[in-house]
Every structure is written in C-alpha cells, then in structure tokens.
C-alpha cells in the first residue's frame, strides 16, 4: 500500500500508474454559481480533475478559491490553480489552509502571467515568491506543519503539488533542469503548457527519463483545440508561451471555410493520441478556452473514456477496440 | 560594459579579490553597522553600472552566470518564467532580452560553479532591501532567509 499525500483522486488515479485526464474550467465573469457548475458539469464525467484558473493572462475573472469552494461543495475534484503575481506570502499561506479546509486537495503552484498581458495593465505586479519558492512553502505546509515564519499549524494540509512546465520556449536546454528544481522543491506533478509541437516535447521527455524524473513526478500534457486559423494567429502573439507551428497555421488555413473548428479539434485528437506514447507522460491537462463542450469530444475521440473504472475489476483497457 | 558581463569567470575573480579584503573584518559586520554605512555607497558605484544591480541586499550571482536576477521584470531568481518568447525576449518586456537565456549561457561558462543554478533559492526579504549584501553575505549573525525554510 503506498501512502498517499492528499488522498485526492488525480493522485489515486496517477500513482496506480493509469493515463490521466484534467481540464481546464474558464471561470466566469459573474457573480451566479449556476456559471461555473454549467461548466462544471460538461467536464467533470470526463476527467479526473477540473483545474480552475488564477486570473490567468491576468485577466479579472471568478477567484480560483471561489471556483474551488463551488466544485468541492458538489462533490467535484478541483485542481486549485495558485498564481505568485496577485498576492504575497501572507495571503498564499492562508488561502491554501483555507482550500484545504474546503475540502481542495491538488493544487497547481504558478509563476503568474505578467500584469501587462491582462485587461488591467495598471495593477501593481507583486511576485513576493515565485513559483519554486511557492511549491516549497507548500511541501512545508503539509510536511513539517509549520509556516515559512517557523510558527506551528495545528492540522497540516494534506495537499497534491503542481507545477507547470514550458518546453516550447527558450532556454530549451534549461528546461528539463528547471523541472528538476521544481521537484527538489515539492513538484508532484507537472502540467506543461499548449503542446502543439510534438517533436519538442519528445527531446524534452527523453532528458526527463534520462535524468530519472520520471520516476519522481507524474508528467500530464497540456492539449487543446485550436477553434480556426484566425484564434491560433491571436493566442501566439498575445498569450504568453504559447507556440504554435506555421504549419499547424497552414493546416488550419487549408480546411477552408466553417471546417476550421472541426479540423482544430481533430489536430487535439491527434497530439493526445501521439503523446500517449512518449515515455514519461502520465495523463493529459485538456485546455478548451472558451470551448468546454468540445472536451468530452476530444477525450472520447482520442480513446480515454470511460473516466471512472469500476474498483477492483482489474485494470480497464483504454484501447479503442475494448470500448466499441 | 557588456564584455564583463559576458565573462562571469573574471567577475567571479573580483568577488574572490573582494571577499579576501573583507574577510579579516567578518566579526564587526552587523545590521546597521559601520561597515554596512560604507559598504552600501561601495556597492552602488560598482554593482549598479555592472549588473544594473537593484540593491535587494541578497545576491545569488553565483548562482545565476553572475547575471542579476532582480532585473526580471517578475524578479524571478529560481529560473525562466514560461512567458519567454522564441526569439529568447522578455514577456513583459519585448525589447528586452530574457535575463534567464542569459545566466544559462553565462552559467554554463563558469568553472565553479556552474552547478549552482540548480540551487532552490528561498524568497527575499524585503526587510533587507537596500542593505549591503556583501555584509549580509559574511556576517555571521544575519538571516535573510525565513525561519521556517528549508534550504
């Protein structure tokens, strides 16, 4: 029996060695619960965790504790998404005893995009920890029990740790080193960034495996649908680290007219098949903005249904043909 | 300017000098003390025009191809955000190279300590911003580091 950190469902799911599958929950720009369990519901039957966002691109939207407090009040497993550039050690502490206390399990430990990419440039950027130094505070949290000050918690937080992960941008050879960091600091497992370029992400899982990572934290895939040529041209210039091929541009530009959305999509379905094979990944984090009703699709598609094996049956098979 | 930063093994050469003058003095180095007031106009004269130093008081150099951290726009002193460009730019700032391309390259010229960009820096204490960092470095009895983290 091993013993487990948080007892949350990604962890189950990940160290019985099965592939796992998270999405990406958009959080609302409203103040009415029924937004975010609309969005909810679409994806929580196809995977094993909805990760809700911190501001992320540094636009204001639903807080990732608010998002998290709806999720675990209806039996949903949250990955809690915690971003340096809002709030300083003080606040990060407590909001993390405070997740915990609501029931929030996995929580994904962020640098945070700059304030300069969002719809408030003017705000005051605080990156008081960084994402490394946030992971650590966290690991201290719920193994030593004491905050960074030294001061003792009365109940430890049992808590999965995240961090991210960008092999798509420079400087590459750095990159599976900075991974390594993360793990030295608390990582226990890794969501990368959009993967649109497959043979990028191959050199860098064979430096993780060579290094033994591997063996050390559990690696998902960030994938997504690209909903035409025109959406792809936006998210590379104006979200940070994103990188998305020419040829992923021409592709979508060749499907024509009104056939570009269905042709994103079948681009998903094949990143997902191709990197399930790649030694070392662990699951896929799924990341539809603005397109939560094309999640269950892709995933079906892309052969990981069904989500929830019946204990004890032995291990489902995730091949085509066992499902049909 | 550009050729030393581009040379951390020399600029590592000059610490080593400066550590050797400053090291008979270690026992009187305090918070606040005498050699921090002298210290302080020192460093400024030097590190701002060779590492366009901010003054945090807690220098990783060493650890970083003696390139300076705190010139990130997000302060980032474990590593390179996800943000940075193709073309090795700064998220934040686009005309600016990513500081972190560059320590990488510096980092991996040093002799001695090339190992040392994997060391997981602790956060920094803003109670200690603007003091002397060469003072807070051989100082025996100031922490920089909270007390409940774990190096």
């Not at chain 1, 430096?207 to 998902?220: F, K, M, P, S, T």
């Not at chain 1, 990341?287 to 699709?297: D, G, I, N, P």
């Not at chain 2, 945090?56 to 980032?76: A, E, R, V, W, Y």
């Amino acid at each position: 029996m091993v013993a487990l950190k948080s007892g949350s469902r990604l962890e189950r799911v990940l160290t019985s060695g099965r592939f796992a599958v998270t999405a990406e929950l958009n959080p609302p720009d409203s103040a009415d619960p029924a937004a975010v369990y609309e969005r909810a519901l679409v994806l929580a039957e196809v995977c094993d965790g909805i990760n809700a966002t911190d501001a992320s691109g540094a636009n204001v939207h639903m807080s990732s504790v608010g998002i998290c407090a709806l999720l675990t009040r209806a039996g949903y497993e949250p990955i809690m998404q915690v971003s340096c550039r809002d709030r300083n050690r003080i606040a990060i502490q407590g909001d993390l005893l405070g997740a915990a206390a609501m029931g929030v399990r996995n929580v994904l430990c962020l640098t945070g995009d700059g304030v300069q990419a969002g719809d408030q440039p003017g705000a005051k950027p605080v990156f008081d920890l960084d994402s490394i130094n946030l992971l650590r505070t966290a690991r201290t949290l719920r193994d030593e029990g004491h905050f960074l000050s030294g001061r003792k918690l009365d109940v430890k937080p049992r808590l999965f740790l995240g961090g991210a992960a960008n092999p798509f941008v420079p400087p590459y050879e750095y990159r599976p080193q900075r991974l390594a960091k993360k793990v030295a600091a608390g990582a226990d497992f890794i969501q990368t960034q959009y993967c649109f370029d497959v043979a990028r992400l191959k050199k860098f899982m064979a430096d993780i495996c060579d290094a033994g990572l591997n063996e050390q934290v559990h690696i998902l895939v960030g994938v997504g649908p690209l909903r035409s040529a025109k959406a792809a041209e936006w998210m590379r210039k104006f979200v940070p680290g994103v990188v998305i091929p020419d040829s992923i541009v021409e592709r979508l530009k060749g499907a024509g007219k009104g056939k570009q959305k269905a042709e994103g999509k079948k681009i998903c379905v094949e990143i997902i098949e191709q990197v399930q094979d790649i030694e070392g990944v662990c699951g896929v984090h799924v990341m539809a903005y603005r397109q939560e009703e094309l999640v269950a699709e892709i995933i079906e598609e892309a052969g990981l249904l069904p989500r929830r094996w019946q204990y004890g049956k032995g291990r489902a098979k995730r091949s085509k043909e066992t499902l049909s | 300017m550009r050729f030393l930063q581009n040379s951390p093994n020399l600029l590592v050469s000059l610490y080593h000098a400066v550590e050797w003058v400053l090291k008979p003095f270690q026992r009187w180095m305090g918070a606040n003390g005498f050699f921090e007031r002298v210290l302080i106009p020192l460093e400024v004269i030097t590190k701002v025009p060779v590492f366009d130093c901010r003054m945090c008081g807690q220098c990783i150099l060493h650890s970083t191809g003696m390139t300076c951290p705190m010139t990130c726009p997000k302060t980032l002193r474990n590593g390179p955000c996800g943000g940075v460009r193709s073309n090795g730019k700064c998220e934040i700032k686009p005309v600016m190279n990513c500081i972190w391309v560059e320590a990488w390259k510096r980092s991996a010229q040093m002799k001695e300590y090339s190992k040392d960009i994997l060391i997981v820096q602790g956060p920094v204490n803003h109670q200690r911003k603007g003091s002397s960092a060469w003072v807070n470095d051989l100082s025996t009895n100031i922490r920089t580091h909270p007390d409940g983290w774990l190096p």
